[in-house]
């Protein structure tokens, strides 16, 4: 048996199967590059869902995660560490908000901002208590704990993981009528993706961020943002509510904020929602650690140059360009999607989006399915146009056998 093989039956034996990665094993990376243990190089077309924004072993992010390693990495939160003040100033800044609630994956900063409407809705709006009730769109993807999969309607993310937790209502996903109807005096916040990445990259219709914005205003209800994905320079922009003029009452933060380097997450929002918590009411022991602060450090500062959402935005362009260009010769039948992040729907009679992201492995290019038909495309920013022309000409001779 070949290296690869050897990896990959090892890690069936003793692993629970709950992924089912493409056949490839990867050894070292840099920038948009990834190389497998045989040597074989591999254009890296989906950046981590989002956490490597800035590209595998970004030097800039080594760095800060190389200096605060001799320092400390780890006080927990029953001390203060120097890192941690400027953290939460510098990302509520950036956030354009008062307060920061750091945490460690997505699903923990989804966790903390359930958590925090309901607290709020609670002590601030004057809900009864345990009747709080959090709208959410179909198709969302939040994460995998208990609470977040109660609200998913993704059967193989639901099935069988029950009994749910209570207290969300679902409707369709850029449907304003019905997010208004969903809304009652008992709702606390409407929880939504500016662009759902798991279910295909799709952007809602031009106006209806602004409506979920004037809705939630005129309601006395939080407007929670899950920007883990779409957020940090994905689409052009910092985050992806700007391309509707929109600022939500919570963001949601994760997968870029760590820079690909340390798991990083937090909710951000103004004194008035986040002060509700008081000592001892939520928490985790490496939430805000000083390794985690180094790198989000970096990581806020790098944005704040706007480099990054400039490529995006240029860069992007041009992918959609060239992806919709496929649109209507068969294998294409649909291309989604903002800045550098699409989703490609491809013709059955092409094969799976399985199918292709295997071939395009075998090519050099990986990319990842998604709802069997689809294929995301979401290559680091840091990549140069003639990688993504490479790419896409990957991809083109994939579709056209």
């Known amino acids: 048996m070949s290296t690869t093989a050897d990896a990959i039956a090892s890690a069936e034996a003793h692993s629970a199967h709950n992924y089912h990665p493409l056949p490839v094993v990867v050894a070292t990376a840099e920038g948009a590059w990834m190389t497998d243990v045989e040597g074989r190089r591999y254009l890296d077309m989906l950046a981590g869902y989002s956490a490597l924004n800035f590209g595998h072993c970004n030097p800039r992010l080594l760095a800060a995660a190389r200096k605060q390693l001799d320092r400390v990495t780890l006080t927990s939160r ?5 890192r941690f003040a400027d953290f939460c100033t510098e990302l509520a800044a950036l956030c354009g908000k008062d307060m920061v609630l750091p945490m460690n994956t997505g699903a923990e900063a989804v966790e903390t901002g359930v958590k925090t409407a309901r607290k709020w809705g609670y002590e601030v709006k004057g809900v009864p208590d345990g009747h709080a009730k959090i709208v959410v769109a179909a198709d969302n993807f939040h994460g995998r704990t208990t609470t977040i999969v109660s609200f998913s309607t993704d059967h193989e993310a639901r099935d069988h ?16 009528t019905a997010l208004a109807h969903a809304v009652t ?11 759902q990445g798991e279910a295909g990259v799709l952007v809602p219709p031009a106006g209806y961020l602004r409506g979920v914005r ?3 205003r005129e309601r006395n209800v939080l407007f929670m943002a899950d920007e883990i ?17 929109v600022v939500p009452d919570v963001y949601l933060l994760g997968k870029a904020l760590g820079g690909g380097v340390v798991p990083v997450s937090a909710v ?11 000592p001892g009411e939520h928490g985790s022991t490496f939430g805000g650690n000083p390794l985690a602060c180094a790198v989000g450090l970096e990581v806020v500062a790098m944005l704040r140059t706007g480099e990054f959402q400039q490529r ?8 959609h360009r060239e992806l919709n260009l496929l649109v209507g010769g068969g294998a294409v039948t649909a291309v989604r999607g903002r800045g550098l992040w699409a989703g490609v729907d491809i013709d059955p009679a092409h094969g799976t989006g399985r199918e292709v992201s295997q071939r395009l492995m075998e090519r050099g290019v990986l990319v990842k399915d998604t709802h069997g038909a689809t294929i995301r495309i979401a290559p680091p920013l840091v990549i140069g146009k003639e990688d993504l022309d490479w790419g896409l000409d990957q991809l083109r001779a994939v579709l056209a056998t």
């Open 229 to 245: 994905q779409s957020g940090l320079g994905r689409t052009g922009r910092t985050f992806a509510c700007e391309h509707e003029d």
């Open 161 to 176: 993981f029950g009994p749910y937790t209570p207290g969300f209502e679902i409707v369709p996903y850029g449907d304003l």
């Open 268 to 278: 951000v929002a103004d004194r008035d929602v986040l002060g509700v918590f008081k």
């Open 214 to 216: 004037e809705l939630t």
């Open 185 to 195: 005096p008992n709702t606390v916040a409407v929880l939504l993706e500016p662009i």
């Open 312 to 319: 995006a935005a240029e860069l992007g362009d041009h992918l």
């Open 78 to 82: 029953a001390f203060h560490h120097d």
